[in-house]
């Protein structure tokens, strides 16, 4: 069966820092993978997404992404971050089917030290 | 544009009241629309799931409804809230061939 794993629940960084947030899927065919980050009280904005071709995909707010199929990982990454990055992060893959669903992780949820 | 537009922000209802959430859609016609439910620390339920008109799947056996009266509306409905239906509730559609999808910027509900 389909499924994502975001296996860090809360992850704290100071700002300025590095970030990684860890994104493992389980998909038999080539997946389609997203990202997206909802700031608190609002609804989900789509970061970045993964179809096919270069591995490494940029998206919106600096952040990028690296496919790895031998790994089932979509790791998420940023080199600096800024306080307005807080908020939680959510992993997806597309599975498809006549509704078009997508499976997504149980989040990452970020914050920033100022 | 794929805006998603949904109300009330936020709700407070009394156990037993009924619920009404309303979620309009612009965009491509025939969008698949989706009703999520989001309670802290569960990540994204969906709840329901249509692709098209009067059609509704329901993901998850609950205390809600939802119904599809227009190519664009989609609204969520219970006769009589719960305590445990208290979450963040979102809306979204499909982008086509983009496949991802686009999101409300959600209904906060609380039971009381």
């Known amino acids: 069966a389909q499924s994502v794993t975001q296996p860090d629940i809360h992850i704290t960084v100071s700002e300025g820092a590095s970030l990684e947030l860890r994104c493992n899927y389980s998909?038999?065919?080539?997946?389609?993978l997203f990202w997206y980050v909802q700031s608190p009280g609002q609804g989900l904005q789509l970061l970045l997404k993964?179809?096919?071709?270069?591995?490494l995909v940029q998206g919106i707010k600096g952040f990028e992404a690296e496919f790895k199929r031998s790994q089932s990982s979509f790791n998420l990454r940023k080199p600096s971050v800024h306080w307005s990055d807080a908020g939680e992060y959510f992993c997806?893959?597309?599975?498809?089917?006549?509704?078009?669903?997508?499976?997504f992780g149980k989040g990452t949820k970020l914050s920033v030290k100022p | 544009s794929q805006t998603i537009h949904q109300w009330p922000a936020t709700l407070v209802q009394p156990v037993g009241s009924p619920l009404s959430l309303e979620c309009t859609v612009e965009?491509?016609?025939?969008?698949?629309l989706y009703w999520y439910r989001q309670a802290a620390g569960r990540g994204l339920q969906l709840l329901f799931y249509?692709?098209?008109?009067?059609?509704i799947s329901s993901e998850v056996p609950q205390n809600l409804s939802a119904s599809r009266p227009q190519d664009r509306q989609f609204i969520l409905s219970s006769k009589k809230l719960l305590l445990s239906d208290s979450g963040f509730y979102l809306c979204?559609?499909?982008?086509?061939?983009?496949?991802?999808?686009?999101f409300g910027s959600g209904t906060r509900l609380t039971v009381v």
């Open positions: 997806a893959v597309y599975y498809g089917g006549s509704q078009g669903n997508l499976i």
């Open positions: 998909y038999g065919a080539t997946p389609y």
């Open positions: 993964y179809f096919s071709g270069d591995t």
């Open positions: 965009g491509t016609s025939n969008p698949n």
């Open positions: 249509s692709v098209g008109i009067g059609q």
């Open positions: 979204a559609r499909d982008r086509g061939s983009d496949y991802g999808y686009t």
